[in-house]
């Protein structure tokens, strides 16, 4: 997706390649029950590494038969609802009893930076996302970590600061006010833009709905368990206005 932005000077039409392998990666770290944290590293690596030339292959052979340029490979992490293509079950194969718990956030950055060199070693022209994604009710491994009272909106906040991209797909109850959803933006935003990254906001309001009901949405886009948002308000906080001014580190040049 992030791959089908066109710039000034770009080709009107590219190949881009999009390859996602949670289960393999996934398999790969099963067979090292108790590796260290450097073998886990290098075998994510050579997993992204193969994911990606695969991808690049294939990509290339596409814009010959179709004469078309070849533009990006991404390899991001995408899961989906079906058995074995889970984010979440990654971090579990790593040790953490259930997503969410203490060390997620580490788990998270291991993953995400061995997936990034691997991808980078093995294909010139990497681009998009290229990282792993946390999508609530596209993850079979994340609905059932909410559903156990684990996975809370907090904790997907802290680790937004080293995925791919940031809350998504996360139902909230219907009577959530547009302040608290005004904030939860500003708190993703304020993420993005002190460390420099790519973020975004899908909350879904589930009108009618409560803490432990479900929102099911089908397909790729899953089931999404409704969870629960801070009860203190923000709103005299978001009724300031005006512009939070840009952070110190935005005046490089």
Known sequence: MAGAFHGVGEADCVVNVGVSGP???????????????????????KTAFKITRMGQLVGKEASERLGVPFGIVDLSLAPTPAVDDSVAHILEALGLKTVGTHGTTAALALLNDAVKKGGVMACGHVGGLSGAFIPVSEDAGMIDAVNAGVLSLAKLEAMTAICSVGLDMIAVPGDTSADTIAAIIADEA????????????????????????????GGLLGNAPVMAVEPASPTQFIARGGHIPAPIHSFRN
């Open 190 to 217: 304020a993420i993005g833009v002190i460390n420099g990254k790519t973020t975004a906001v899908r909350i879904i309001p589930a009108p009618g709905l409560n803490v432990g009901d479900t929102v099911a949405f």
């Open 23 to 45: 289960g393999v990666v996934q398999r790969a770290i099963e067979k090292l029950p108790d590796a260290p944290f450097d073998v886990i590293a290098e075998t994510i690596k």
